[in-house]
Nanobody, 123 residues
Framework: QVQLVESGGGLVQAGDSLRLSCAAS????????MGWFRQAPGKERDFVAG????????TTADSVKGRFTISRDNAQKMVYLQMNSLKPEDTAVYYC????????????????WGRGTLVTVSP
């Protein structure tokens, strides 16, 4: 098992930056693929960013490419999502997730989830 706790959400204005953090505990963190997903009201949970076990490989959704960056610190068991140039359409609950699969973006491959942190971007 692995436990995930997100933090760093809040209310910001369009154009602002925010960094989300995810603290992991339990299972060996460095063996897990990590990802960030988000869910806006009335919508499905969507992939945002994923990072490989070593941190060498990462990918982001087209909707956030160039604005969001995922990173990890295996020694501290932390995953981060740096969000720049935020837009109102980025408003959602953001979830940290862990997977034993090598897939970086398949939501169905992620079996461990945090409770989420709300990000609200005002116009």
């Amino acid at each position: 098992q692995v436990q995930l706790v997100e933090s760093g959400g809040g209310l910001v204005q369009a154009g602002d930056s925010l960094r989300l953090s995810c603290a992991a505990s339990g299972r060996t963190f460095s063996t897990m693929t990590m990802g960030w997903f988000r869910q806006a009201p009335g919508k499905e949970r969507d992939f945002v960013a994923g990072i490989s076990r070593s941190g060498i490989s990462s990918t982001t959704a087209d909707s956030v490419k160039g604005r969001f960056t995922i990173s990890r610190d295996n020694a501290q068991k932390m995953v981060y999502l740096q969000m720049n140039s935020l837009k109102p359409e980025d408003t959602a609950v953001y979830y940290c997730a862990a997977s034993t699969s090598i897939s970086l973006s398949n939501v169905n491959a992620f079996g461990f989830w945090g409770r989420g942190t709300l990000v609200t971007v005002s116009p």
